[in-house]
Nanobody
């Protein structure tokens, strides 16, 4: 499975962005998916998950500000981000929540200016 994240960019604090992550392969529709982010020099962290049935879970720091969704017909998972903060600046990736991960892809850079 190949993953392609997009939608990142430069935004002012308080602004919004919508990220997309498209996956190849029919296995996507049954996969629990996660959105991760990574700041240079730090470990990649999980910020949101969504099951095949669209049940969601969020890390505390993004709860109430980020919304994860998916379109299985398009093999795509989304991350709507609002009320963005400078500390949300990172490269964002999506991947399966399975122990055996798919290839990570390049991710998409989100930069939030203060």
């Amino acid at each position: 499975v190949q993953l392609q994240a997009s939608g990142g960019g430069l935004v002012q604090a308080g602004g919004s962005l919508r990220l997309s992550c498209a996956a190849s392969g029919s296995i996507f529709s049954s996969a629990v998916m996660g959105w991760y982010r990574q700041v240079p020099g730090k470990q990649r962290e999980l910020v949101a998950t969504i099951t095949s049935g669209s049940s969601t879970h969020y890390e505390d720091s993004v709860k109430g500000r980020f919304t994860v969704s998916r379109d299985n017909a398009r093999n795509t998972v989304y991350l709507q981000m609002s009320s963005l903060k400078p500390e949300d600046t990172a490269v964002y990736y999506c991947n399966t929540m399975s122990i055996i991960k798919w290839a990570w892809g390049q991710g998409t850079l989100v930069t939030v200016s203060s």
